[in-house]
Antibody, heavy 123, light 108 residues
Framework: QLQLQESGPGLVKPSETLSLICTVSGASIRSGTYYWAWIRQSPGKGPEWIGSSYYTGSPYYNPSLKSRVHISVDTSRNQVYLNVTSVTAADSSVYYC???????????????WGKGTTVTVSS | EIVLTQSPGTLSLSPGERATLSCWASQSISSTYLAWYQQKPGQAPRLLIYDSSTRATGIPDRFSGSGSGTDFTLTISRLEPEDFAFYYCQQYFSTPNSFGQGTKLEIK
């Protein structure tokens, strides 16, 4: 059964880079069937799609974050990475790794989610 | 970016009652590109409905979705205790995909 597990530091200082890892188990990223997405949710708000990447690269990003976000994939480790640079308090959120329901879609309904990891931006 | 507005912000009902949740899009997203999620505290969102009206795998038939264009509805026919949660709509007609701000369904 496909499972996604996010990991990374829970506390990041303002202006620094937030780096998270999504470890995929139960399926091989290298199979190339799916994109892999990052979504975040600030307290009391709806989720926000950050971006998605295919196993070969070719990421798609939310234009509102595009200048600060980078998503990459390591097929040998079966992991997906998220970097967000120059963070501020507004980047404090629960960050989720998710898989789109439809093969070869970078977005759309997400039918598999990790449990999420909370990141707080504070000095 | 397409903005989704959900109404009401909070809905207070009793088990056994019918719940009707609304989602309005700032521009037409046809009749296909809308999904609904349920989220309980401390958990990730769970996909309930996609393509406006298709139930996801394992979702009970008391959940139904409808709508087209800019107006969409999630209906829960008879509320069970486990249905009290937050609900979010998502459009995937255009990039970036966007979510509504949510409706809290609480026990009256």
């Amino acid at each position: 059964q496909l499972q996604l597990q996010e990991s990374g530091p829970g506390l990041v200082k303002p202006s620094e880079t937030l780096s998270l890892i999504c470890t995929v188990s139960g399926a091989s990223i290298r199979s190339g069937t799916y994109y892999w997405a990052w979504i975040r949710q600030s307290p009391g708000k709806g989720p926000e799609w950050i971006g998605s990447s295919y196993y070969t690269g070719s990421p798609y990003y939310n234009p509102s974050l595009k200048s600060r976000v980078h998503i990459s994939v390591d097929t040998s480790r079966n992991q997906v990475y998220l970097n967000v640079t120059s963070v501020t308090a507004a980047d404090s959120s629960v960050y989720y790794c998710a898989r789109p329901q439809q093969p070869f879609w970078s977005g759309g309904p997400m039918d598999v989610w990790g449990k999420g990891t909370t990141v707080t931006v504070s000095s | 970016e397409i903005v989704l507005t959900q109404s009401p912000g909070t809905l207070s009902l009793s088990p056994g009652e019918r719940a009707t949740l609304s989602c309005w899009a700032s521009q037409s997203i046809s009749s296909t590109y809308l999904a609904w999620y349920q989220q309980k505290p401390g958990q990730a969102p769970r996909l309930l409905i996609y393509d406006s009206s298709t139930r996801a795998t394992g979702i009970p038939d008391r959940f139904s979705g409808s709508g087209s264009g800019t107006d969409f509805t999630l209906t829960i026919s008879r509320l069970e205790p486990e249905d009290f949660a937050f609900y979010y709509c998502q459009q995937y007609f255009s990039t970036p995909n966007s979510f509504g701000q949510g409706t809290k369904l609480e026990i009256k």
